[in-house]
T-cell receptor
Framework: AQSVTQPDIHITVSEGASLELRCNYSYGATPYLFWYVQSPGQGLQLLLKYFSGDTLVQGIKGFEAEFKRSQSSFNLRKPSVHWSDAAEYFCAVGAHYNQGGKLIFGQGTELSVKP | DAGVIQSPRHEVTEMGQEVTLRCKPISGHDYLFWYRQTMMRGLELLIYFNNNVPIDDSGMPEDRFSAKMPNASFSTLKIQPSEPRDSAVYFC?????????????FGSGTRLTVV
């Protein structure tokens, strides 16, 4: 069965510092991987996704993520965090399309940004 | 496009009452998903539809929950009778066909409080 683990429940970084949010997945085949961001009181917005090909994926708002099959990881990174990046971040794994396309989400990592 | 539209944004109801949540997906999207978000359980997939047909309802907590999609532009999630433990944020999401263009768009959610 698919599963996603985000080991860090809450992370605090200083504005301008670099950021890495961890995500580990469990899936029997090549997964479809996603990162979403949720601001307070809002729905989830897609940051980036990986299907195949280049393992370093660029997304919106200056985020990138790297797929590492050997580590079953898909960590999210940003070189310089802005105060507006404070939000909750969700990693998700999707089954192959012929299994219905549903996404399984991790528990989320809440990001706080110090001035 | 107005995105995925959910109504109401907030709902407060008394235990035992019927609650109906509504969702209008993005036009042309083949898939519609209902998720529930709570602090304790995170984001849980309740049910999803493909071309208006329910595909997987294994996440529906119990018989008090039901979902319908009478046409491509409208879906409802009904809880009858409601209980305090149903208090959560309910999200609807839609997606294009998943074979080549996988990615959900979420609505802003309905915050349900059952007292």
């Amino acid at each position: 069965a698919q599963s996603v683990t985000q080991p860090d429940i809450h992370i605090t970084v200083s504005e301008g510092a670099s950021l890495e949010l961890r995500c580990n997945y469990s899936y029997g085949a090549t997964p479809y991987l996603f990162w979403y961001v949720q601001s307070p009181g809002q729905g989830l917005q897609l940051l980036l996704k990986y299907f195949s090909g280049d393992t370093l994926v660029q997304g919106i708002k200056g985020f990138e993520a790297e797929f590492k099959r050997s580590q079953s990881s898909f960590n999210l990174r940003k070189p310089s965090v802005h105060w507006s990046d404070a939000a909750e971040y969700f990693c998700a794994v999707g089954a192959h399309y012929n299994q219905g396309g549903k996404l399984i989400f991790g528990q989320g990592t809440e990001l706080s940004v110090k001035p | 496009d107005a995105g995925v539209i959910q109504s109401p944004r907030h709902e407060v109801t008394e235990m035992g009452q019927e609650v109906t949540l509504r969702c209008k997906p993005i036009s042309g999207h083949d898939y519609l998903f209902w998720y529930r978000q709570t602090m304790m359980r995170g984001l849980e997939l309740l049910i999803y539809f493909n071309n208006n047909v329910p595909i997987d309802d294994s996440g529906m907590p119990e018989d008090r929950f039901s979902a319908k999609m009478p046409n491509a532009s409208f879906s409802t999630l009904k809880i009858q009778p409601s209980e305090p433990r149903d208090s959560a944020v309910y999200f609807c999401a839609s997606s294009p066909e998943v074979k080549t263009n996988y990615g959900y768009t979420f609505g802003s959610g309905t915050r349900l409080t059952v007292v």
